[in-house]
């Protein structure tokens, strides 16, 4: 019994013919734009990934302040870049910012700035911003007229060139956010009835870009030649097109499609720069810590001592192998980056070796001192003979957390110390640190410049998570005399004033363990060289890619 | 009659049901999205700061009332085509967000099911046919096999050696340089931006409806009716296409009814591999986000599509085969 042959002909047919004219409609059209050629010592185009993951058509926003604009870094310029590594201040739209006691922060205002439109800058537009945050709090993203780390800001006036910002108390710890405040225009947002709402269609910005077309897709944003520093803007043009998993931004990266890229790639030695390397180059800038979290409200995390000796029984390198292919350094017990941050050491740690090294021994021995002792199945129990056991929560799909808790389980495991791991949902971890129906987490210790702010929040018995939101201080670890620390810490408007405080902080870190630190976690740039040069590097560490893009711009040269 | 006004009335019901549920599920769910947009802006495993979400809090705006206030509220606001403002997309509104996306998402699925299901018919029914041949062993084995990849697996083969090594198509977005409307530059570039997302679709939805019709057709190839059409003298051919595969075909029917209403669940990871603008997408941006007032609205988009569909192909149903009715009504 057969089909008839003609039918089986049609078939083939339809089918092939099908197959042949997809591929020939797709032969079109995927031939790579033509650069064009740039003036001497200039870059003609740079290509970034889209700035926000989600864009579609044409729904394209400007405004800043609104949460995923089309670019937040190229156009609206903030007042002082402070460098999130080695929190060097690098002067903007303001030259400077001083204290006047830690109520009072006045800001001169650069001069000879122009927005795109050709209006100048000036100290009013600041003043304008500022004020707008009282109005709108969705826009108060510093926490300004809120009295979240320090109290709220009284007032804000322009004078001459001028702007001053007074507070109801002490605000130093505010400092951060002010300076980063992206300062919107006032003779076009003044008019404007709601700013948190607004679609900023033409936007007008002090930047080193403006917008040169948009197609709901690729944008395309090209140099401005009065820009207050356009002799330190290279690059004639930027196009910011396509959001990109690891995978095809890897290929991406390969092709020169793009020439940076700031997500995560697995293994972006072997991924792009093995494959190509006088092109291609890396970055990850420690932007903070993973820490390993105990519930300390409950056993055996209660005890500083537990706490201490299974901070020495954790092999850091191998998390880092593991987690990160090897790219982050294990992380300082102080909780500061170091050695960006080596200057802030209290001299006491200064030179000192404060990663702790991985030594089974030296932990078990601790482990037994602390009476911890080892029963006869090779498991330990609690000092009163209970049985000794660690639950770890950790966030499934979040791979380096996973690899990490996973070294953890196995070295506490080799220990004696009953440990297993459970994954759950993200938003379940985040409801466990909420509720504190936890044992053990991993977390982040935000490593940025407000010490107080990161450092001294994981350590203050005021910033326990409550049923809302997801404080800082996950473990409950809970002092008196820290939380004096970390008041004085956070109204101190000087290095030096702070210097003190935080060396009590350092203390507690190294002899408490409120948290252990595990290994550091990166800011990412993966980056090629051909067109331009200049990212940051491991030896020349002036920003941390990701965060400061815009400082970066101003490093950027043509290749040599 | 009654037949008819029955599948309206379970219509009906299930769409209530849908809206609630829609309604619910997302509210009992952990997460909170400003922490999570916060979290979005900043990174995932980031350290939320306080000021942040306390900005964007007040920025979106939280629920008020009780949940039964608010589900009054929200079957008023569906009544009015009010759909809320997206949390991802904020300040757009939910309606324009979709009408972004849908025609992208429209375009891509409504082609490839049509295809996939005329292959899968044919390709189908020519296996029940020629069954227990090599072909039909090929046909069989083959898509068992191809079956059991994942779609996601597949679009990342077909981004690597067509997209790179290649290099004949675009890999990621939905056009590139060209500006949107009815010029020839901007539909090149859709065709070929959409050639591998299609692709993809291609390789993966045929499967089922191979094997259903193949199945189907063998089960009517063991009928009287075919064994007297075959006594009767009628050609081979006649009796394949005319009797078997046109019987064969109608549960088929309601299947891609189904799978047209349902377009948007197969979509999500093919749309996200490709950064293909869609629905699909979307759709996985508010899951990600907890964007609410987006995820309702896809989710209710989706549920009434497929509503929609299998009561368009029960009332169809029932006008092509008498039997239908007679045995319900």
Redesign the interface.
């Known amino acids: 019994m057969r089909i008839s042959r003609r039918t089986s002909q049609t078939t083939s047919l339809l089918v092939g013919g099908l197959a042949l004219s997809l591929v020939a409609t797709g032969c079109a059209g995927s031939a790579k734009d033509q650069e064009d050629q740039a003036a001497d010592g200039m870059i003609a185009q740079l290509t970034f990934p889209a700035e926000v993951d989600a864009t579609v058509g044409g729904l394209g926003n400007y405004n800043p302040y609104s949460p995923t604009p089309l670019t937040a870094v190229w156009l609206y310029e903030p007042l002082i870049v402070r460098n999130n590594l080695t929190c060097e201040e690098t002067p903007w739209l303001a030259t400077d910012a001083t204290w006047d006691g830690g109520d009072k922060l006045t800001l001169d205002i650069r001069e000879g700035v122009k927005w795109s439109d050709g209006e100048d800058f000036t100290a009013d537009d600041v003043a304008f911003t500022l004020n707008l945050q009282k109005e709108f709090p969705g826009m108060d993203k510093s926490g300004l007229w809120n009295d979240t780390f320090g109290a709220p800001a009284k007032s804000v006036t322009a004078d001459g060139n001028q702007v001053v910002i007074e507070f109801e108390g002490n605000a130093a710890a505010k400092y951060d956010g002010i300076i980063s405040t992206k300062i919107l225009p006032e003779h076009v947002y003044a008019d404007v009835d709601d700013p948190t709402t607004y679609v900023d269609k033409e936007p007008v910005g002090t930047g080193p870009f403006e917008v040169e077309s948009y197609n709901g897709r690729r944008l395309t944003l090209a140099r401005r030649d009065d820009y207050w520093q356009a002799d330190k803007i290279k690059v004639e043009k930027i196009v910011q097109e396509g959001i990109f998993d690891s995978s095809q931004a890897a290929l991406k990266l390969e092709t020169g499609e793009i020439d940076a890229y700031y997500g995560d790639i697995p293994n972006p030695q072997r991924t792009v720069v093995d494959k190509d390397p006088d092109n291609t180059g890396f970055f990850y800038a420690p932007a903070g810590t993973t820490v390993l979290t105990g519930n300390l409200t409950e056993e055996p995390w209660s005890d500083p001592k537990f706490r201490e000796a299974i901070s020495y029984g954790m092999d850091k390198e191998s998390m880092s192998e593991k987690g990160i292919y090897g790219i982050m350094e294990p992380a300082s017990q102080t909780g500061l980056k170091l050695p960006a941050m080596e200057d802030l050491l209290p001299e006491e740690y200064a030179g000192a070796d404060t990663v702790l090294p991985y030594d089974p021994d030296k932990a078990a021995e601790m482990l037994d001192a602390a009476g911890y002792e080892e029963g006869a199945d090779g498991k330990r129990t609690m000092p009163d003979g209970s049985p000794l056991s660690v639950d770890f929560s950790v966030q499934a799909g979040f791979i380096d957390y996973e690899a990490i808790a996973e070294v953890v389980a196995d070295d506490l495991n080799d220990l004696g110390v009953d440990t297993k791991v459970t994954a759950s949902a993200p938003e379940s971890v985040d409801e466990q640190k909420k509720t504190g129906d936890f044992n053990a987490v991993l977390e982040y210790l935000h490593g940025g410049c407000e010490l107080a702010r990161n450092l001294g929040s994981k350590l203050n018995s005021k910033q326990f998570p409550t049923e809302q939101d997801i404080f800082p201080n996950v473990g409950r670890y809970s002092d008196p005399a820290t939380d004096d620390a970390i008041a004085q810490l956070s109204g101190a408007t000087s290095r030096e004033e702070q210097k003190p405080y935080l060396g009590e902080l350092v203390d507690v870190m190294m002899t408490e363990y409120p948290v252990t630190s595990l290994i550091y976690a990166p800011s990412r740039t993966i980056y090629r060289t051909d067109h331009a040069e200049g990212w940051p590097t491991e030896d020349n560490p002036y920003a941390s890619g990701a965060d400061d893009r815009l400082l970066v711009m101003t490093h950027l040269v043509p290749p040599s | 009659m009654r037949y008819f006004l029955r599948k309206l009335g379970f219509f009906v019901g299930t769409l209530w049901a849908v809206v609630t549920l829609n309604f619910l599920i997302p509210r009992i769910?952990?997460?909170?999205p400003a922490?999570l947009?916060v979290r979005?802006?900043q990174?995932?495993?980031?350290?939320?700061?306080?000021?942040?979400?306390?900005?964007?809090r007040?920025?979106?705006g939280t629920p008020d009332g009780s949940l039964w206030s608010q589900y009054w509220d929200y079957l008023g606001d569906l009544l009015h085509g009010n759909f809320g403002v997206s949390?991802?997309?904020?300040?757009?509104k939910v309606s324009?967000?979709i009408g972004?996306?849908i025609w992208w998402t429209v375009g891509l699925v409504v082609v490839t099911q049509i295809?996939s299901f005329?292959?899968g018919m044919?390709?189908g029914a020519?296996a029940a046919?020629?069954r227990n041949t090599k072909l039909d062993a090929t046909i069989t084995i083959g898509s068992t096999f191809v079956g059991t990849l994942q779609p996601f697996w597949i679009a990342?083969v077909l981004?690597?050696v067509f997209?790179?090594s290649l290099?004949?198509?675009?890999?990621?977005?939905?056009?590139?340089?060209?500006?949107?409307g009815w010029n020839a530059a901007f539909i090149?570039?859709v065709?070929?931006?959409s050639?591998?997302p299609?692709?993809t679709l291609l390789i993966v939805t045929p499967i089922g409806w191979i094997l259903g019709m193949r199945n189907t057709m063998i089960m009517n190839l063991g009928e009287d009716y075919i064994r007297l059409a075959k006594a009767k003298g009628l050609?081979?051919?006649t009796v394949?296409?005319r009797y078997a595969a046109r019987n064969a075909l109608l549960p088929s029917v309601t299947g891609f009814a189904l799978a047209l209403g349902g377009v948007l669940g197969g979509t999500i990871l093919v749309e996200?591999?490709f950064?293909y603008?869609g629905l699909g997408r979307?759709m996985g941006?508010a899951v990600q986000?907890?964007d609410y007032p987006l995820l309702q609205t896809l989710m209710l988009l989706t549920t009434t599509g497929v509503l929609v569909a299998n009561l368009i192909a029960d009332l169809l149903y029932g006008v092509l085969d008498p039997r239908a009715r007679r045995a319900e009504g």
């Open positions: 769910q952990p997460g909170d922490e947009m979005r802006l990174g995932k495993d980031s350290q939320l700061d306080a000021a942040q979400v306390r900005a964007m007040s920025m979106l949390y991802t997309y904020y300040p757009f324009e967000v972004q996306a295809i005329a292959i044919v390709l020519y046919w020629r990342l981004v690597y997209g790179y290099g004949w198509f675009p890999t990621s977005g939905g056009y590139s340089a060209s500006t949107p090149e570039e065709i070929s931006y050639t591998l299609a692709l050609s081979d051919r394949a296409l996200t591999v950064d603008p979307l941006e986000n907890k």
